[in-house]
């Protein structure tokens, strides 16, 4: 496709269940970001993974929270015994190279979460 | 730490007049700059780009740079009810990812 990709659109869980995010970043970018957004806050950045480096983590606000980019491409935020605080806006995006001048993001959809 | 700072607002402007959202930033390394538009519940879109001092021009958008300031602003020209939105200001500041604001909230009154 044209642009970046999330699913599921939405999602509902259960307090303690684990939840799989998925995004599929614009063919050819390099780097791809996640994001929390809260209702009403602003961007929170969560990681990023830069081509096949290892990936930025200092977003991360718990260690229930991993990320895996298999072959460079599609990446699935995983996170693990869903708390109610995790309701949010879960945001991909994705950009040529992380650092580069001139970068830019582009957005996915979204995955709205929330946790019962 | 590197901060991007802008005002949260609400900033409510009468259709028809000119918006002015301002925003600065913490790093004078700091290379690109970049104004998204997020409306409500929806995902952020990037409207404009600027990598040099001055204006650049969009249609109704003007986004101005001042480095020596480490200031970037956003100005929207006849303001319509369809641009209220949050409005994003975000930075490459060197060798590491975009560091976003916090948002300024533009309401547009008809």
């Known amino acids: 496709g044209a642009g970046v990709s999330q699913s599921p659109s939405n999602k509902v869980t259960e307090k303690g269940k684990d939840v799989e995010l998925r995004c599929d970043p614009i063919s050819g970018h390099t780097a791809l970001y996640w994001y929390r957004q809260s209702l009403g806050q602003g961007l929170e950045f969560l990681i990023y993974?830069?081509?096949?480096?290892?990936?930025?983590k200092s977003g991360l606000p718990s260690d229930r929270f991993s990320a895996e980019r298999t072959g460079g491409s599609v990446s699935t935020l995983t996170i693990q015994r869903t708390q109610q605080e995790d309701s949010a806006v879960y945001l991909c995006?994705?950009?040529?190279?992380?650092?580069?001048?001139?970068?830019?993001?582009?957005f996915g959809p979204g995955t709205r979460l929330l946790v019962l | 730490q590197k901060e991007v700072e802008q005002n949260s607002g609400p900033l409510s402007v009468p259709e028809g007049a000119i918006a002015s959202l301002n925003c600065t930033y913490s790093?004078?390394?700091?290379?690109?700059f970049f104004w998204y538009r997020q409306y409500s519940g929806k995902s952020p879109e990037l409207i404009m780009s600027i990598y040099s001092n001055g204006d650049k021009e969009d249609g109704r958008f003007t986004a101005q740079l001042n480095k020596a300031s480490q200031y970037v602003s956003l100005l929207i020209r006849d303001s319509q009810p369809s641009d209220s939105a949050t409005y994003l200001c975000?930075?490459?500041?060197?060798?590491?990812?975009?560091?976003f604001g916090k948002g300024t909230r533009l309401s547009v009154i008809a």
């Open positions: 993974f830069q081509g096949n480096s290892a990936p930025d």
């Open positions: 975000a930075v490459n500041e060197g060798n590491t990812p975009l560091v």
């Open positions: 995006a994705s950009s040529w190279r992380a650092g580069a001048a001139q970068e830019t993001q582009y």
């Open positions: 790093d004078r390394g700091s290379q690109s």
